[in-house]
């Protein structure tokens, strides 16, 4: 079976222990977890919903810009960090899988390990009250 | 391949008459290949003797250091070969995201912690960091991956057409995971351990020390016993004992542990001189 590296390991359980939303996806984009805060931003527990591709979950959640445009996966910030290596933030809408569009603002930034070994990314988020 | 204990002490040696039978060494574990290749795991004060026992006749040696605690790196300027012309000496460890391994070693191969400089060693020195993903020394194809305890840390494990050994001497696998054990693929260690003839595991605490020291970088004896059934190792030695523990205590913490262990799993408790054959 593979395992997890270390410090993905470690990110997610940094991630169950904060109060703050967080979603953390591998170096293929993939979804492998978000914690408690960020289930009621999403409306669905992680149990429910499960690691899935980052094909799925950038569409699932619709994010959309201020006009009400879709959003395509390489405008948000967690593939920008991906891609470029290099922190990323924005701050859009998203239909939570309960149905409740949100405006969140998403601060990304990518999981570098050591020798430079690229791991993934880690977004953090917050729901909009300005 | 023959694998010798030379120390099985974790974070500090502990000499006299309480610890002969564990003994009072802090880690270091030679492996010998059948085509002859010695590599030696960590440089605790155990490698005093481990580079006795590799007599005067000139020849490469490999060192796989797990991390930079002293523990696991007290007795490298007591290793005979390093301090003997005609060795080939290959130190192989991690570095850290801002000083390579020859610069963290020599916070402590360098006056005034150490009277000789690594550069003034006589043997002809190597020095190779890890994780680099898999390689090979001699006839032993090496993994190593980085694993749950403070500092950059590694793990090891030697495969060769006989069998693999997976040594993790200083290891929290309970840490990062929601239920212990489960979950293999959120386990620190697990892929080094999965299936391995014989592992070497951390198991410096009892159940209780444990609970007050959650994230030190270490495991209690049952936990150790545990990750190894998760892993489905073929044999398990519990070591890197806690400096404070005497042999009687250890005997008893041990016996404990046995009794709550998730049977079948072999199990043999790390003493100093042990020998194992894989």
Redesign the interface.
């Known amino acids: 079976?593979?395992?997890?590296?270390?410090?993905v390991?470690?990110a997610?359980?940094l991630s169950?222990y904060l109060a703050l939303p967080i979603f953390l996806v591998d170096q293929a984009g993939n979804l492998l977890f978000y914690n408690e805060p960020a289930e009621s931003l999403l409306g669905r527990r992680f149990a429910e919903t499960g690691p899935m591709p980052v094909d799925d979950w950038a569409v699932i959640f619709q994010p959309t810009d201020e006009d009400d445009r879709p959003l395509a996966r390489e405008q948000l910030p967690l593939v920008i960090a991906l891609q470029t290596g290099r922190p990323a933030h924005g701050g859009f809408w998203i239909r939570g899988l309960d149905g409740v569009m949100r405006r969140i603002y998403v601060m990304a930034f990518p999981l570098i390990?050591?020798?430079d070994r690229r791991l993934g990314a880690l977004a953090i988020f917050w729901e909009a009250t300005d | 391949m023959k694998v010798r204990l030379w120390g099985t002490r974790g974070s500090l040696p502990a000499p006299g008459p309480d610890t002969v039978r564990y003994g009072g060494n802090t880690s270091c574990v030679q492996v010998n290949g059948s085509g002859g290749t010695v590599v030696v795991l960590d440089a605790g004060t155990g490698i005093r003797r481990a580079g006795l026992a590799l007599g005067d006749q000139p020849r490469r040696v490999d060192i796989l250091l797990t991390h930079l605690h002293m523990d696991h790196i007290q007795g490298l300027g007591f290793f005979a070969p390093l301090r003997q012309p005609g060795w080939e000496v290959h130190i192989w460890g991690p570095g850290s995201t801002t000083l390579d391994l020859r610069a963290r070693l020599s916070r402590y191969l360098s006056p005034p912690t150490f009277p000789v400089l690594l550069r003034e060693l006589p043997s002809e020195l190597h020095l190779h960091e890890v994780p680099r993903g898999d390689f090979e020394i001699g006839e032993f194809h090496v993994s190593s991956v980085l694993i749950c305890h403070p500092n950059p840390t590694v793990g090891y494990r030697l495969s060769t057409s006989e069998g693999a050994l997976t040594y993790l001497p200083d290891h929290e696998p309970a840490l990062g995971v929601r239920r212990f054990p489960a979950e293999p693929e959120w386990t620190s260690g697990y892929a080094l351990a999965e299936g391995v003839d014989l592992l070497l595991h951390d198991a410096q605490y009892s159940n209780q020390e444990y609970s007050a020291r959650v994230g030190f970088g270490h495991s209690s004896i049952s936990q150790a016993l545990l990750f190894a059934a998760l892993a489905g190792v073929g044999r398990v030695v519990p070591f890197h004992h806690d400096p404070s523990h005497s042999d009687d205590e250890l005997d008893r913490l041990m016996a404990e542990a046995l009794a709550e262990a998730p049977a079948p799993l072999a199990v043999t408790p790390g003493r100093e001189g042990e020998v194992f054959e894989v």
């Not at chain 1, 079976?1 to 410090?7: G, H, V």
């Open positions: 079976m593979n395992q997890q590296e270390i410090e390991i470690l997610r359980q169950e390990g050591q020798a």
